[in-house]
């Protein structure tokens, strides 16, 4: 077997979440976003650990039905909500493994309504509400269309509403305020009109961090919970540990000469005489290919960088002239005592987000999970 995985820690999760659930206050509960199996880190462990952590969390979302069927098979008695549509002949499936589907158009309301009377249970749901995101939710102008059925439709039981903001980790605020603005304005016509909503929630990580007015009763954070801020231009209020970290060990360590070429395209060419480890992860694992000659690994508390370009399954790294052997451990995504190369930089090299870095490391990788 390969040496090659994702060590996920699993008391730095905990840790993540505790800090937040200080930051926001003791009346407000936190509703763990698992989705894309826990940003890549693992559900199932996740939400396992998760609720160790205090105050427990007893709703979870998820994107898919699919990902909420995998979450109930294992967790009986916690709430499940699932962000993503759901289509009519999933309906009798989501009453019976009390899953909380979210809607946004009113043929879908009155449908399950009618499932919910055929069974006779009532069915409780959340509304979304576009407020700026622009990607799915109800327009605040139909509103009253929806208030009104949803009030025709006694079977069904308007659970909780939300919305989602755009770009509630920028430095400028002032988008989030209107969207903010437009929530507020929607949760009053709806409170008029229907009693007992008993959840509004729209703060995911950039507004838990930095737009306490975003809490209402629940907030629904995503990478905070896995250890990074979702942007540069947040404060660093919430203090947050990165959970994943990927190690290896070399397959390969060789002495080349000055003027050796590396890899596919023969991009690097050695300077002088050094040392190329070969290391077992490659793109297939979600090493991004844009690292090549980019990326770095850590070792003996030092950087060292990727050189030639990343293959299906393999990297190699220039070590120069120091002492690393067969047995010593690489970190190729996470820290040391003094230097790091996590998720957070690797982004940056490639251009992208955290969220993506740790959401694309595939299930080829083993995930090993500790406390
Ligand atoms: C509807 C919704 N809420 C909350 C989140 C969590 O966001 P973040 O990971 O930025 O905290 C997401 C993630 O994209 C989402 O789609």
Redo the contacts with the bound molecule.
Sequence with gaps: MRPTFAEINLSNLILNYENIARHIGKSINIMP?VKADAYGHGMINCVEALLKAKPKPHFF?VALLEEAFEFRKKFKSERILV?GKINEPYFKKIIEYNITPTFYELDLIEKYNRICKEFNTKGKFHLKIDTGMGRVGIDIKYLDDFVQLIRRCRHVNLEGVYT?FANSDSKDKSFSYEQLKKFNYAIGLIKQEIKNVRYFHCA???AIIDIPESYFNFV?????LYGYY?SDETSRSIPLKPVMSIKTKLIYLKWVEKGTSISYGRTYITERRTQIGTLPLGYADGYNRLLSNKGKVIFNNKLFNVVGRVTMDQIMVNFEDENVTYDDEIIVLGSSENVKFDASDISKVINTIP?EVCTSISKRVKRKYVY
Aim: hydrophobic content about 30%; aromatic content about 14%.
């Design positions: 976003v979302a962000f989602h995911n990580s950039g629904r954070p995503g990478i905070s979702p969220y």
